[in-house]
């Protein structure tokens, strides 16, 4: 007979203390907790937290999100509002406030993360196909940051997709997964190098290491003589 399983104790929250550590908080981080948790609370709570504030009536979906909701749809929403401007916020820089970041960039920053937290998820159990096209729709916007073409956010100093900090921790090994599902060796081998070059040089050995573990033989092999070509 099998011993019962015990679950975790919950962690209790003093509700008081929560409130003067967020008093501690920048804007920025307030704005990316109240992001997060509006995911968390069940409809009735979230429509009444935000009918004391806002319009419900103006909150209403529209015809195409109430329609078509998954991961893919949404990411390619984004990626629309994110390259016609509907982020892009900028302000009046000067030496008081070149660290800050404006309400648009912090908004985007919230939304790819969550964004990129479902591709995680969803990587374990949808089509590999379409977890992989959205997975690549994001890492493309953030290419786009690092080409200095300022349209999608706003930086007031030097920016890059650095200040977004994506969990590549986290993120990576799913995206490997469903690549490894999906591409041709070559490709795997290839999108592999190039990503960690340009995002994640400091875990690129052991990112490779878990990359070889989802890849198939011949994608392990290709990887192999890419390896071997970008040392020489």
Same mark, same amino acid.
Request: aromatic residues 10%; charged residues 30%.
């Given at each position: 007979?099998?011993?019962?399983?015990?679950?975790?104790?919950?962690?209790?929250?003093?509700?008081?203390?929560?409130?003067?550590?967020?008093?501690?908080?920048?804007?920025?981080?307030?704005?990316?907790?109240?992001?997060?948790?509006?995911?968390?609370?069940?409809?009735?709570?979230?429509?009444?937290?935000?009918?004391?504030?806002? %319009?419900?009536?103006?909150?209403?979906?529209?015809?195409? $999100?109430?329609?078509? !909701?998954?991961?893919? *749809? +949404?990411?390619? &929403?984004?990626?629309?509002?994110?390259?016609?401007?509907?982020?892009?916020?900028?302000? %009046?820089?000067?030496?008081?406030?070149?660290?800050?970041? $404006?309400?648009?960039? !912090?908004?985007?920053? *919230? +939304?790819?993360? &969550?964004?990129?937290?479902?591709?995680?998820?969803?990587?374990?159990?949808?089509?590999?196909?379409?977890?992989?096209?959205?997975?690549?729709?994001?890492?493309?916007?953030?290419?786009?940051?690092?080409?200095?073409?300022?349209?999608?956010?706003?930086?007031?100093?030097?920016?890059?997709?650095?200040?977004?900090?994506?969990?590549?921790?986290?993120?990576?090994?799913?995206?490997?997964?469903?690549?490894?599902?999906?591409?041709?060796?070559?490709?795997?081998?290839?999108?592999?190098?190039?990503?960690?070059?340009?995002?994640?040089?400091?875990?690129?050995?052991?990112?490779?290491?878990?990359?070889?573990?989802?890849?198939?033989?011949?994608?392990?092999?290709?990887?192999?003589?890419?390896?071997?070509?970008?040392?020489?």
């Amino acid at each position: 007979m099998n011993a019962p399983v015990k679950s975790r104790p919950s962690i209790q929250i003093d509700r008081d203390k929560l409130r003067a550590a967020i008093r501690n908080l920048s804007n920025e981080y307030i704005f990316y907790l109240l992001s997060e948790a509006i995911d968390l609370l069940p409809p009735a709570k979230l429509y009444k937290l935000a009918k004391g504030y806002l %319009d419900p009536e103006q909150l209403r979906p529209d015809a195409e $999100s109430a329609t078509d !909701s998954g991961l893919l *749809a +949404d990411v390619k &929403r984004f990626e629309k509002a994110s390259r016609t401007g509907g982020y892009y916020e900028s302000f %009046d820089v000067n030496g008081k406030n070149s660290t800050q970041k $404006s309400t648009g960039t !912090s908004a985007w920053i *919230a +939304d790819c993360l &969550r964004l990129l937290n479902r591709c995680v998820r969803d990587a374990r159990k949808s089509d590999p196909s379409e977890v992989r096209l959205a997975f690549d729709i994001l890492f493309g916007l953030l290419d786009h940051i690092d080409e200095c073409l300022d349209d999608v956010i706003f930086f007031a100093d030097e920016g890059g997709s650095w200040q977004v900090g994506v969990d590549w921790d986290n993120v990576l090994p799913p995206w490997f997964k469903v690549l490894s599902a999906t591409a041709t060796p070559e490709e795997y081998a290839e999108r592999i190098l190039e990503l960690l070059s340009n995002h994640y040089r400091y875990g690129h050995d052991k990112m490779l290491v878990i990359a070889r573990r989802q890849a198939t033989p011949a994608q392990r092999q290709a990887m192999a003589k890419a390896e071997a070509t970008c040392t020489r």
